[in-house]
């Protein structure tokens, strides 16, 4: 009895194909997948913060301007993802306000790392002027003399910005949101999908990137 091994020889050597540029890739596309992780990471982050922080607003409202504690177009810190092959990292920094509050004349610049990191403030009046700020029993005071406000915020806004980052990153993030964006890669599905008559190098490499798109974001 003969056997012609012709067409089972082509689909084996289609399969192997197939299955080679899938692996590939997966490997050349590792950078494709962290940069969309780190893109949904970062809106992530935001939305928690403001959530947080409406939740929150004594604690959090130094990373706001005045009396827009919470509010997306208000944020006083940014958050920007560096993304490679084989890593993802964060860096947050502050950015200087321009808004002025309610009982100054002049905008705080350094409002949010100044309150977050709890430092001492001395204002000093200008040449022959006078300091005019509303005092804790509610009634203007005038001075020619500075003032040192030694804990500018008040006293839950110290460090608070660097507890909510924390906790996204060691509890919401690893415990919630990553596991139920990267959950689909435990089953790649893409992969026996393109398993057909048409497999070849590319079309595995196709596959391979569909594998590595992650649906969906952030609510």
């Known amino acids: 009895m003969r056997y012609n091994t012709v067409e089972y020889n082509r689909v084996v050597g289609n399969a192997l194909k197939y299955s080679e540029g899938f692996l590939n890739g997966v490997e050349q596309n590792q950078a494709w997948f962290n940069l969309q992780l780190g893109q949904i990471i970062t809106q992530a982050f935001y939305k928690y913060v403001d959530s947080a922080a409406r939740l929150d607003p004594d604690s ?33 920094e502050f950015t200087q306000s321009t ?41 203007m005071v005038f001075t020619p003399n500075e003032v040192t406000v030694e804990n500018p915020g008040g006293s839950q806004v110290k460090g608070s910005f660097a507890d909510v980052a924390r906790d996204f990153f ?24 393109g398993w057909n008559k048409g497999m070849s190098y590319s079309s595995g490499i196709r596959s391979a990137q569909r594998y590595l798109t992650i649906d969906g974001g952030v609510g």
């Open 170 to 193: 060691i509890n919401y993030l690893d415990r919630g949101l990553l596991r139920e964006l990267i959950k689909d890669l435990e089953t790649p599905v893409e992969f026996t999908q």
């Open 99 to 139: 808004s002025i509050s309610p009982t100054s004349t002049e905008p705080f610049v350094e409002k949010a790392s100044v309150m977050e990191a709890g430092s001492t403030v001395t204002i000093r009046p200008k040449d022959g002027g006078v300091l005019a700020f509303e005092g804790d029993d509610g009634e």
């Open 60 to 92: 959090l409202h130094h990373v706001y301007e005045w009396d827009k504690v919470g509010s997306d177009t208000a944020r006083l810190f940014k958050i920007q993802a560096f993304t490679g092959r084989q890593s993802i990292r964060f860096v947050t």
